[in-house]
């Protein structure tokens, strides 16, 4: 070889061992993420609840009947808890809120253990459970107790039967939380100042008339079982009211929905009777080849810790399906950024997003409501963050029972006014439903025009009149 030759070919080797060490060029389809972006792999976890409960340790809090034992149930126990912790002028306004609303209040040491003491005003837990004197409106006109009609649609007490195969029933009227924006204030928790409660006791007279209701009916496949809250039946009803149903030729699914995981996960954890009656049924379903599943109820991220993920790991090894139905309120979850962290939250969990609800149109929250366009604009963010299968559908439960239609499918919706109309016509064929956006979020003409009956029937013929018109011209 000549020394050219020599000098070529070691410039070749150089090539060859330059080309094996390069790596492959990737092509990045998207900018790499923030590490900010992935913080719903971050769930809570240490003992922080030790603020609150400092002589509490960690196997007596993961104890249910610890949990339910130290529920803050009413006024007194609340604020002997907090007091000395929370603001003084924060106690004061909660004392006054006791006494301004529908539902009873009612937390678990689990949620009391995670509000932010330090400003509880604006804590999307403390908001969703505690009332504040100070952050309540007085209601929209439009707004009724049972705005869903759940009661006019039910032909035996409990149990409401709306859609064609589908009925809801009410097995009990209590549940380890109340929760202020309850849709089911008429009936759940103990009577208020403001409300006098209809009753909806566990009583297995009452169950055997829903049941035969359900027997009669052959297009009737599933059914949910709620109240009140699953969590709060016994072991031996839970798997009573499974078997009773699972044994009916015509039900093909039932759901338990029980807020229970998002508020208290620890019974998962520690009440076997329990779980072993759910898991019980569940077996049972699939040995029928029916769906048996829990639908429960995430607000906020904040709500998911370590202590959920081990709840739901127990489930998901028992090959249970979660899924979630969430409220979207004012200033607990009203945001594209919160509402993304808590469907990627729940995906890492296992738990299905499901529903998120535009708030009903009950009374004495109206602080909570949002309008349907904030709505309408936090499902276009969300959507297109992870999967469709995990993505939940933003739906408006129609106000006088049309069920549950997509948010984006009103016929028609008056941004000023605050009147959406939705049609439902496979539910109730002809008939209109209105929404009504919060008064705060209005003009003060509009607010005044609200106050007087007149205007209210103009505004609400005119939403109508409009949708009718719309129609014609399609
Ligand atoms: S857990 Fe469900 S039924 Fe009970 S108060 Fe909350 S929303 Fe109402």
């Keep these: 070889m000549t020394s050219s030759q020599d000098l070529a070919a070691s410039e070749a080797e150089k090539n060859i061992v ?6 492959p060029e990737v092509r990045h389809a998207r900018a790499p993420v923030s590490a900010d972006s992935l913080k719903h792999r971050e769930l809570r976890d240490g003992e922080w609840w030790r603020r609150l409960y400092p002589d509490v340790g960690e196997e007596e809090f993961l104890s249910h009947v610890w949990q339910m034992r130290n529920s803050a149930y009413g006024e007194e126990k609340l604020v002997d808890l907090i007091q000395g912790i929370a603001p003084d002028d924060f106690i004061e306004d909660l004392k006054k809120g006791f006494h301004l609303v529908p539902m009873a209040v009612r937390v678990t040491p689990y949620l009391l253990g995670l509000i932010d003491w330090d400003n509880p005003w604006e804590d999307p837990i403390r908001r969703q459970f505690i009332p504040l004197a100070s952050q309540l409106y007085p209601d929209h006109p439009m707004l009724t107790l049972d705005s869903l009609h759940e009661q006019k649609d039910a032909p035996v007490e409990g149990l409401t039967h709306r859609y064609q195969d589908k009925a809801l029933f009410l097995v009990m009227d209590t549940c380890p939380v109340y929760c202020r924006f309850c849709t089911r204030s008429y009936a759940i928790g103990v009577d208020t100042d403001t409300v006098e409660k209809v009753n909806l006791r566990v009583d297995p007279k009452r169950w055997e008339k829903a049941f035969e209701y359900i027997e009669s009916r052959p297009e009737l496949e599933d059914i949910v079982i709620s109240g ?9 009803h839970v798997r009573a009211i499974g078997e009773r149903l699972l044994n009916m030729k015509n039900i093909r699914r039932i759901r338990f929905a029980t807020k229970g995981i998002a508020v208290m996960p620890m019974k998962v954890l520690s009440d076997d009777k329990w779980l072993d009656a759910i898991t019980d049924v569940l077996n049972l379903g699939r040995k029928l080849h029916k769906e048996v599943c829990i639908h429960t109820h995430f607000n906020t991220p904040n709500e998911i810790t370590e202590i959920t993920r081990r709840a739901m790991n127990v489930l998901f090894e028992r090959g249970m399906t979660v899924r979630n139905q969430c409220v979207l309120q004012n200033g607990v979850n009203d945001s594209a950024e ?6 990627k939250r729940l995906s890492e969990i296992n738990v299905q997003p499901y529903y998120v609800y535009q708030h009903d149109m009950v009374q004495g929250v109206e602080d909570l409501r949002t309008t349907v366009q904030a709505n309408i604009d936090i499902e276009k ?13 933003h739906v408006v439960d129609a106000p006088g029972g049309g069920g549950k239609r997509d948010v ?12 959406s109309v939705y049609t439902a016509p496979s539910v109730k064929p002809g008939a209109f439903f209105l929404y009504f956006d919060p008064l705060r979020e209005l003009s003060d003409e509009i607010q005044a025009a609200w106050m007087d009956p007149k205007k209210q029937k103009e505004m609400c013929d005119q939403a109508i009149a409009e949708t009718m018109r719309l129609r014609q011209n399609r």
């Design 18 to 23: 330059k080309a094996k060490a390069a790596p």
């Design 228 to 236: 009140g809250d699953t969590y709060n039946l016994p072991a031996k």
């Design 338 to 343: 919160t509402m993304t962290l808590l469907t």
């Design 381 to 393: 963010m969300v959507r297109g963050v992870t999967a469709g299968f995990n993505t939940a559908v």
């Design 408 to 419: 984006h499918s009103f016929d028609y919706y008056n941004r000023e006014t605050g009147v």
